[in-house]
């Protein structure tokens, strides 16, 4: 089945990251295919790559990223990444800035929707 | 826009359900209410809860400097947005009736016609 | 239907209302802090029971065991992520955030 990911939250501040990030993971070890991760609202912050966090805490940018190589369409809203300064020159690998219509092409082409945020 | 002619019509509900201003997510919520317009989807909104709030009357802004978006509502219309559906006990429990609201085209539905209305959906987005 | 609850029901209404829009039948989902709700002897206790005589209600394992909660309400399914995806493939969602 196709699944579309829509993250609205930030890293580190609530678990909706985490959760989306390990959903995604576990939706594609059970052979699903994901038509890609979008992220709007605060979610944009996900794809700012200067994160740094200490080295025993998880990254949560460099998991995305590594998530995108692995062939994971990743999305960063271009409104909402504006709104909160993240542009071409920070945004992690493996991620697009793109508009909003991405979302809706991707909720249309996959089977399902879900959403993790705040 | 990056319209497709052919591109398969969703049954989409954005179900609004938080205050406007205290957080970004009715805002921005309604923007992408908009651009899904532009898609021509079957959208429909649905307030309930705090959400109501985001169609209250009187609204002014100007003192926490926040850009108001009451306007917006008004212009759903002319983006063919036009199934806008209002939870009648989600305005009773915070002491609010239709008048308070703003005079736009609203459906007021009671707990389990909107039940039915979202077991409908294709796509629910939480804004 | 599937509802999915994340907001801790001792502070949010966000399960009250779930419980009061979702039709019978519709399974709900609690992970993250709404997993508080799963507790077994809280003041919801009740409320959680009455909701399991229409709904199927699963907690999430991994936020569970992150909150160091090991006694869940009789009849609540405790569910890893695996299942979780399982169940997005089986019901449209209904997030309540």
């Not at chain 1, 990254?59 to 409104?79: D, F, M, P, Y």
Request: aromatic share 8%; with cysteine.
């Amino acid at each position: 089945m196709k699944i579309a990911i829509l993250v609205l939250d930030g890293p580190y501040n609530h678990e909706a990251s985490d959760t989306a990030y390990n959903f995604t993971k576990a939706a594609i070890e059970k052979g699903h295919e994901i038509e890609g991760v979008f992220f709007y609202n605060d979610g944009v912050i996900n794809a700012a790559k200067l994160m740094e966090p200490p080295s025993d805490d998880r990254n949560i940018a460099k998991r995305w990223s590594e998530l995108g190589g692995s062939g994971v369409k990743l999305t960063v809203c271009i409104a909402a990444a504006k709104r909160r300064g993240i542009n071409d020159d920070v945004v992690i690998d493996n991620a697009k800035i793109a508009g909003l219509g991405q979302l809706v092409e991707m909720a249309v082409a996959a089977d399902r929707l879900i959403t993790f945020g705040d | 826009m990056e319209e497709d002619e052919d591109m398969i019509q969703k049954k989409m509900m954005f179900v609004m359900r938080k205050a406007p201003h205290g957080s970004i997510y009715p805002y921005e919520g309604l923007e992408v209410v908009l651009i899904t317009a532009a898609y021509d989807q079957d959208i429909s909104m649905l307030f309930i809860d705090d959400g109501v709030y985001s169609l209250k009357n009187e609204q002014n802004t100007e003192g926490i400097g926040i850009k108001g978006f009451m306007k917006t509502y008004f212009a759903l219309e002319d983006y063919e947005v036009e199934k806008l559906y209002v939870d009648n006990q989600s305005l009773k429990d915070r002491g609010l009736s239709k008048k308070d609201l703003i005079d736009v085209n609203l459906q007021y539905f009671n707990r389990d016609e909107i039940k039915k209305l979202m077991d409908e959906q294709e796509i629910l987005f939480p804004f | 239907m599937l509802h999915t609850v994340n907001k801790s029901p001792f502070s949010h209404n966000n399960l009250e209302s779930c419980l009061s829009f979702a039709k019978e039948k519709d399974a709900i989902l609690l992970y993250e802090d709404g997993v508080l709700g799963a507790q077994a002897g809280s003041k919801l206790e009740s409320i959680i029971k009455e909701a399991l005589k229409k709904h199927t209600i699963c907690a999430l394992k991994e936020d569970l065991n992150a909150r160091g909660i090991s006694k869940t309400v009789g009849g609540i399914k405790v569910i890893g992520y695996p299942e979780f995806v399982d169940l997005v493939v089986e019901h449209k969602v209904v997030p309540w955030l």
